[in-house]
């Protein structure tokens, strides 16, 4: 009797321990998933990053880069990244100008061109490596998202830095955009 009541006993603190490690499981799985979602929240926040842009190019083509990201919040968050004129987003949109298509080919334009007055020795790089497809930043204003101001004081400040470029090698660059930015203010409305 004894002998049955221990056993009794024991099987009674195994399948307390059994239930107590069940729900330590229980708590590790949710607390495990509570933790997954704070990640992938925070990662969700984080602003996007040049090179994650230039991996996605690189891992799927300018085109699937251009569909997975246009009118999406880090579309925007890339476009403020390349008008910011850093040479990392200025090649962001370099690569990522095949894939482009009506509006987001406007908006990279845009941006670039946003950029001339804040790094117009960047700005200049890009449209000497690439003349063809990059010669037209010059004509601002941006089209689609303008910046502050009227066009006047954009033509302004474009002409101003694109001016204050001495570097030997953008010279000629720099020659065509300043006539290029002439013509554009000539054009521009107040």
């Known amino acids: 009797m004894i002998r049955g009541a221990l056993s009794n006993n024991s099987m009674q603190r195994t399948a307390l321990r059994a239930a107590a490690d069940a729900g330590r499981w229980a708590y ?47 579309w925007d968050e890339m476009i403020t990244g390349v008008a910011s004129g850093e040479s990392e987003w200025l090649t962001v949109a370099e690569k990522l100008l095949p894939g482009t298509d009506a509006g987001s080919n406007s908006e990279l334009f845009d941006a670039v061109a946003w950029a001339l007055p804040k790094a ?43 001016a204050g470029v001495s570097n030997k090698d953008l010279q000629r660059v720099r020659n065509e955009c300043l006539t290029r930015l002439a013509k554009a203010a000539k054009r521009a409305k107040p």
């Open 28 to 74: 590790m799985k949710s607390a495990a998933i509570v933790l997954a979602l704070i990640l992938l929240g925070s990662a969700r926040a984080m602003a996007i990053a040049p090179e994650n842009v230039l991996k996605l190019i690189q891992d799927h083509g300018a085109h699937a880069a251009e569909a997975k990201l246009w009118g999406t919040k880090e």
């Open 120 to 162: 117009p020795a960047n700005v200049l790089g890009l449209v000497s490596r690439k003349r063809g497809d990059w010669e037209s930043v010059c004509s601002g204003p941006p089209v689609d998202f303008p910046p502050p101001g009227d066009s006047k004081s954009y033509f302004k400040r474009a002409t101003e830095a694109v």
